[in-house]
């Protein structure tokens, strides 16, 4: 079974705080992306990953920052916390094979709230 | 720009009856759909995965794919309380994996 395992399910950061979420899977994934989900707005993509080193902004990459030093780690870096970045954070990957099976498993998710 | 639209529900059935989601999208470049469902607090998982034209059944799941009619279902048979469920459509566009998911509807199964 694919696993894709997330540092904290709860956390609680103060304005300001420099906040690093980590994501990690044992599947040997190529793809590893990013999203927050809020209420009203569904799954919005921040960043994603198809290689180590390499990363693409999403939809909403303002106020976040990615790195991807090994291939089966994905960290999200908030630079400065901000109430606005209060949310649920989900990180997914896929095996990257191009097939049109390819399928994106998620973790379970950081429900993050920011003071 | 690319998007998948759903109905927000909530969608209400009887315990026992057939459920029916639905999903379109825009981008008829689409190669693969996938159906996730999210329970309150959770995170998706998924439950099909369709990417021929026509009906693709697992269990009391059935997809079904129609790319003239840019037109993605879920039926749930015989559905349960343990459904009720918000169930994201998702579309993928590209080989590169990246999703494009509609806003999700929420199913109430009533014992």
């Known amino acids: 079974d694919v696993k894709v395992t997330q540092s904290s399910r709860y956390l609680v950061k103060r304005t300001g705080e420099k906040v690093f979420l980590e994501c990690v899977q044992d599947m040997d994934h190529e793809n590893m992306f990013w999203y927050r989900q809020d209420p009203g707005l569904g799954l919005r993509l921040i960043y994603f990953?198809?290689?180590?080193?390499?990363?693409e902004k999403g939809d909403i990459p303002e106020g976040y920052s990615v790195s991807r030093e090994k291939k089966e780690r994905f960290s999200l870096i908030l630079e400065s916390a901000s109430t606005n970045q209060t949310s649920m954070y989900l990180c997914a990957s896929t095996k990257g094979s191009g097939r049109a099976s390819d399928t994106q498993y998620f973790g379970p998710g950081t429900r993050l709230t920011v003071l | 720009q690319k998007e998948v639209e759903q109905n927000s529900g909530p969608l209400s059935v009887p315990e026992g009856a057939i459920a029916s989601l639905n999903c379109t999208y825009s981008d008829r470049g689409s190669q693969s759909f996938f159906w996730y469902r999210q329970y309150s607090g959770k995170s998706p998982e998924l439950i099909m995965s369709i990417y021929s034209n026509g009906d693709k059944e697992d269990g009391r799941f059935t997809a079904q794919l129609n790319k003239a009619s840019q037109y993605v279902s879920l039926l749930i048979r015989d559905s349960q309380p343990s459904d009720s469920a918000t169930y994201l459509c998702?579309?993928?566009?590209?080989?590169?994996?990246?999703?494009?998911f509609g806003q999700g509807t929420e199913l109430s199964v009533k014992p």
């Open positions: 990953s198809y290689d180590v080193k390499m990363k």
């Open positions: 998702a579309a993928r566009y590209n080989q590169g994996g990246k999703l494009i």
